[in-house]
């Protein structure tokens, strides 16, 4: 299959602009979609080419299928690549992309379906020897049969519904009543939001981190996987700094866990990006997710890999060979990233608006992946992430030293940004030391410290 000469990109803001710029190393021609809300956005002035596909609400334009597909056709555009948010995880999307003879940069359908629906990837998980947290390993469908595994495995435990994920339609319990209770509300809730009342309950795991596996799938049947990501440093869901490497985990705990995640791949012959999530406590990796896009962290997995994991999607698609020699890639220094949204440092109030000023700082190991420029504006319908910083260095003191340097120099004026909060995280000895989970920003932001407290 010869490679694509233009491709759609199905999407906003930095990955927008990420997109192209793979695309433009790569000799293929862009076309951006945009909202009415977008007209002066940064993807749509790089683009070679621009399609309004309708008002500014995401329903409307973004999330539109049909103004899609008839942007791609009207420009002759060969694949669509949807980012992340948005159409990325929609299965049914996936499918009509490719009847329509356009190519999808992501997975098949099928797969996309299968993770989306948290009781299936789980189950999926088990059977291909990937490690989960004990529960009831598939929907629990009455009180009685919830206390029953309860009384199994021990309280507290977190009752979680099949459709969500991302930490949408979860409560944790810890006695019978309470769990009575979580089983009854999140069954309403997830009827409610997704449409579907199906839970299952596991084990809650007090202090745990996030820690995530990235893969890379050819179409020929060739697994990668490069490394891990430590995303414990968030806020309602919503992760703030990531790392890789992990300050916790050993080599051969990254070995063991890639070797796990390498023959799943080879199993459900798995095709694209994609990225295995686990919670990590006291040595022990357990899966809770899969994500079947590229991620807004992949950054720092390029910087110490030196794969451009966005041009090796794309390369997927129109069916190259995945061309590296080891199963395993070797992962050189360590890098971190910021997501700087435009919001309040304290209070997280969007703050959309004009961009008065705008410097990025630059020198060695540096990277930013942002959509503003100076006197551009920040439209206040979508996410407020509007910038990443990202560090690379030999060692994660240097990473830290080149990202508080890095976090001086960057100015964006005119709306409230997270800069402060990432200035303040970064003078923490909790986070030199890597003395951190899941819960640790949380505190910090509340006033606490951000150590790990037992
Ligand atoms: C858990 C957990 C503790 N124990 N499952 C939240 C998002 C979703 N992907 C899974 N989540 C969790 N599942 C068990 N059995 C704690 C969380 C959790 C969390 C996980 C990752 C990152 C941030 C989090 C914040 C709160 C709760």
């Known amino acids: 299959m010869p490679m694509f000469k233009k491709l759609l990109i199905a999407n906003r803001g930095e990955i927008a602009v990420r997109i192209h710029r793979a695309c433009r190393e790569m000799g293929i021609s862009t076309v951006a979609v945009h909202s009415e809300a977008d007209s002066n956005a940064l993807h749509v002035k790089m683009a070679n080419e621009s399609v309004c596909i309708g008002p500014a609400q995401a329903k409307d334009s973004y999330l539109n299928i049909p103004a899609i597909l008839a942007a791609a056709e009207v420009t002759d555009a060969e694949a669509i690549h949807p980012g992340f948010g948005f159409l990325s995880e929609n299965a049914k999307f996936a499918e009509i992309v490719e009847e329509l003879g356009f190519t999808f940069v992501g997975p098949k359908a099928d797969h996309i379906r ?3 629906d948290k009781v299936s990837a789980l189950e999926f998980a088990r059977e291909a020897g990937i490690p989960t947290i004990p529960g009831s390993n598939g929907v629990v469908d009455s009180e009685d049969a919830a206390v029953k595994i309860a009384d199994e495995i021990g309280y507290p435990v977190i009752v979680k519904a099949s459709a969500g994920g991302g930490g949408r339609g979860m409560k944790v319990a810890h006695s019978e009543s309470s769990l009575r209770q979580a089983i009854n509300v999140a069954q309403t809730e997830a009827h409610a939001a997704f449409g579907d009342d199906r839970v299952y309950i596991e084990k809650f795991l007090e202090r745990p981190r996030h820690i995530e596996i990235q893969v890379l799938c050819d179409k020929h049947g060739h697994v ?3 490394g891990e990501r430590d995303c414990s440093l968030q806020r309602r869901h919503q992760k703030l700094i990531e790392e ?4 916790v985990i050993k080599d051969k705990e990254r070995q063991t866990i890639s070797e796990i995640v390498s023959k ?25 997710e899969m994500n079947t896009r590229i991620q807004v962290e992949h950054p720092v997995t390029e910087m110490v890999t030196g794969i451009d994991i966005v041009r090796e999607q794309i390369a997927i698609a129109a069916g190259e060979k995945l061309n590296f020699t080891k199963k395993t890639i070797g992962l050189r220094g360590h890098s971190i990233e910021c997501r700087i949204n435009a919001e309040h440092p304290e209070t997280f109030i969007p703050s959309p608006g004009h961009v008065t000023d705008y410097y990025t700082p630059g020198g060695p190991g540096v990277r930013v992946d942002s959509c503003l420029y100076s006197e551009c504006d920040i439209p206040p319908y979508y996410d407020a992430m509007v910038a990443k910083l990202i560090v690379h260095g030999s060692t994660r003191a240097e990473a830290i030293s080149r990202l508080r340097r890095a976090l001086e120099e960057f100015v964006i004026g005119g709306v409230d940004t997270t800069l402060p909060l990432h200035r303040r995280i970064l003078n923490t000895s909790a986070f030199s030391e890597g003395n951190y989970n899941i819960h640790s920003l949380e505190r910090f932001i509340g006033g606490g410290r951000l150590d790990v407290q037992d």
């Open 264 to 288: 799943a791949c080879e199993q459900m012959e798995y095709v694209g990006a994609g990225t295995f999530e686990f919670l990590f406590e006291d040595g022990e990796f357990y899966f809770i």
């Open 114 to 116: 299968l993770m989306g």
């Open 224 to 226: 990668m996987t490069l």
């Open 244 to 247: 890789t490497p992990s300050p």
